[in-house]
């Protein structure tokens, strides 16, 4: 089963450059969503989808673009490359209920570093 | 806005010995789930355990259970038989909707 398969797994951007981390799910789930890991902070939501067509903000955006064409591709575009994001991606996605979003199955993360 | 606490940037324990990592959390939903999830070096996130908040009974999936106080607003993770295999990152989440809410993390380091 692959799950949760996040390209590419290191990164080297120059300050300026764009870039698209690709993620894709087999899962047939409805959520999905992109992660930013810090030292000390945890994982930070950066944008979400609950379907296609449908994309919304999470706590730290800006930066950054997603969209959602299929249930299973969900992108994330970095505009012009800072070295504030100098990180760990990871791109995650999850069953809905009646509670929310269920557990969270994450791809092996993308490290990024901005030079 | 949810937050989530864990107070132990690191911890350590013994082989075969119990530990208990904690976690706070704050919000003004009723019904919702709350997890812990382990990352070792290898960088990948997986789940340890997960609990809905409107079942009484703790949680348990081997060696691992939480004490969960709904009205504390209080999540622990208990390792029972602590492995060199479970030297990891920890992390508590929470989500009440369509956004899952992480803790710091707490680096907990087994010793031979």
């Known amino acids: 089963n692959a799950g949760v398969t996040q390209t590419p797994k290191f990164q080297v951007l120059k300050t300026g450059q764009s870039m698209t981390l690709q993620c894709a799910q087999d899962?047939?789930?409805?959520?999905m969503s992109w992660y930013r890991q810090d030292p000390g902070m945890g994982l930070r939501l950066i944008h979400y989808s609950v379907g296609a067509g449908i994309t919304d903000q999470g706590e730290v955006p800006n930066g950054y673009n997603v969209s959602r064409s299929t249930t299973e591709d969900f992108p994330l575009r970095l505009l012009s490359a800072a070295p504030s994001q100098t990180s760990v991606y990871f791109c995650a996605s999850s069953y809905s209920s009646s509670l929310g979003i269920t557990e969270a199955f994450f791809g092996q993360g993308t490290r990024l570093t901005v030079v | 806005a949810q937050t989530v606490t864990q107070s132990q940037p690191e911890m350590s324990v013994q082989e075969a010995e119990t530990v208990t990592l904690s976690c706070t959390y704050d919000?003004?939903?009723?019904?919702?789930?709350l997890f812990w999830y382990k990352q070792p070096p290898s960088r990948q996130m997986i789940l340890v355990i997960r609990q809905e908040a409107y079942k009484q009974q703790n949680a348990t999936e081997n060696r691992f259970s939480v004490n969960f106080q709904k009205a504390a607003k209080s999540f622990s993770l208990k390792i029972s038989d602590s492995q060199l295999g479970d030297t990891a990152m920890y992390f508590c989440a929470f989500n009440a909707g369509n956004m899952l809410t992480f803790g710091g993390g707490t680096r907990l380091m087994v010793k031979p």
């Open positions: 899962m047939n789930h409805e959520y």
């Open positions: 919000t003004s939903e009723n019904n919702y789930y």
